[in-house]
């Protein structure tokens, strides 16, 4: 599976971004597909993940409520839709897959990564 980011840029604390995840390679339903943040000097960290198979989710608390997570079947796209951006939102954004049936916040759990796409919040 290949994971292709987008959408990521600057926005001014209070707004909307969103970002996108486009799904190559395997069958696009079989997937739990993620969304990883890496703040400059920080640890990478779960935000959201959706099991697409049911569609469950689940979010990080930082990001619950302001954050969803949508997919588009027919486009095998994964959307991250972030809304009342803080600067602390800044950090570097993955989408990740996984191959395992259960919902995971692990990073380790997923076995294909996207390229990252920068998201810039200023106050």
């Known amino acids: 599976v290949q994971l292709q980011a987008s959408g990521g840029g600057l926005v001014q604390a209070g707004g909307s971004l969103r970002l996108s995840c486009a799904v190559s390679g395997g069958t696009f339903s079989s997937y739990v597909m993620a969304w990883f943040r890496q703040a400059p000097g920080k640890e990478r960290e779960f935000v959201a993940v959706?099991?697409?198979?049911?569609?469950?989710?689940y979010y990080a608390d930082s990001v619950k409520g302001r954050f969803t997570i949508p997919r588009d079947n027919a486009k095998n796209t994964v959307y991250l839709q972030m809304n009342s951006l803080s600067p602390e939102d800044t950090a570097v954004y993955y989408c990740a897959a996984s191959t395992i049936v259960a919902i995971t916040t692990t990073p380790t759990m997923y076995n294909a990564w996207g390229q990252g796409t920068l998201v810039t919040v200023s106050s």
């Open positions: 959706i099991r697409l198979s049911g569609g469950r989710t």
